[in-house]
T-cell receptor, first 112, second 111 residues
Framework: DAGITQSPRHKVTETGTPVTLRCHQT?????MYWYRQDPGHGLRLIHY???????DKGEVSDGYSVSRSKTEDFLLTLESATSSQTSVYFC???????????FGEGSWLTVV | RKEVEQDPGPFNVPEGATVAFNCTYS??????FFWYRQDCRKEPKLLMS???SGNEDGRFTAQLNRASQYISLLIRDSKLSDSATYLC????????????FGQGTELSVKP
């Protein structure tokens, strides 16, 4: 299994509160991604990173920000959580953009 | 129209059956193609890459038709353990190589 750890794995939070999800990898892969998965929509890319401090928006980036200060860590922040951000969040890593990517186990977030 | 489309299923088949999944993609610039498998409440995992010449891995065969922008996955001699959702995935140059996922096709193999 790829060395990817997501934390927290499960979280319940209130509307309007900030939330940060962490993705940690031990593989030294250049590319890191955050996806969300919802019924009827499948996996959708939120943000991705192609190196330390190099990030870009994905398909559904509104309401989310990211940071990558170290190769091994990619943080996803919901500045003010909303109920529409209730979802399963998957972090993923890749050695080469567009090549095989490996996923973390997911973070289940519920915003009430 | 979604960029990658799959029949969501579910496909309910008996053990030992042969089942085929189809996937169409809309962007002719798509460059790489994959099938991922996702078990319930688990992360997606790579099943196989898809090559223009077609490729086989045990009971699984993947085909690509670039002219028709169509990908297929064939599973022979289905096992109970094949029950999962199968995700079609494409990447293309003008999207920075990011992977675009289909919604997935659910397969349920029954005894």
């Amino acid at each position: 299994d790829a060395g990817i750890t997501q934390s927290p794995r499960h979280k319940v939070t209130e509307t309007g509160t900030p939330v940060t999800l962490r993705c940690h990898q031990t593989e030294n892969h250049r590319y890191m991604y955050w996806y969300r998965q919802d019924p009827g929509h499948g996996l959708r890319l939120i943000h991705y990173s192609y190196g330390v401090k190099d990030t870009d928006k994905g398909e559904v980036s509104d309401g989310y920000s990211v940071s990558r200060s170290k190769t091994e860590d990619f943080l996803l922040t919901l500045e003010s959580a909303t109920s529409s951000q209730t979802s399963v969040y998957f972090c993923a890593i890749s050695t080469v953009s567009g090549n095989t990517i490996y996923f973390g186990e997911g973070s289940w977030l519920t915003v009430v | 129209r979604k960029e990658v489309e799959q029949d969501p299923g579910p496909f309910n088949v008996p053990e030992g059956a042969t089942v085929a999944f189809n996937c169409t993609y809309s962007n002719s610039a798509s460059q790489s193609f994959f099938w991922y498998r996702q078990d319930c409440r688990k992360e997606p995992k790579l099943l196989m890459s898809v090559y223009s010449s077609g490729n086989e891995d045990g009971r699984f065969t993947a085909q690509l038709n670039r002219a028709s922008q169509y990908i297929s996955l064939l599973i022979r001699d289905s096992k109970l353990s094949d029950s999962a959702t199968y995700l079609c995935v494409v990447t293309h140059y003008n999207q920075g190589g990011k992977l675009i996922f289909g919604q997935g096709t659910e397969l349920s193999v029954k005894p």
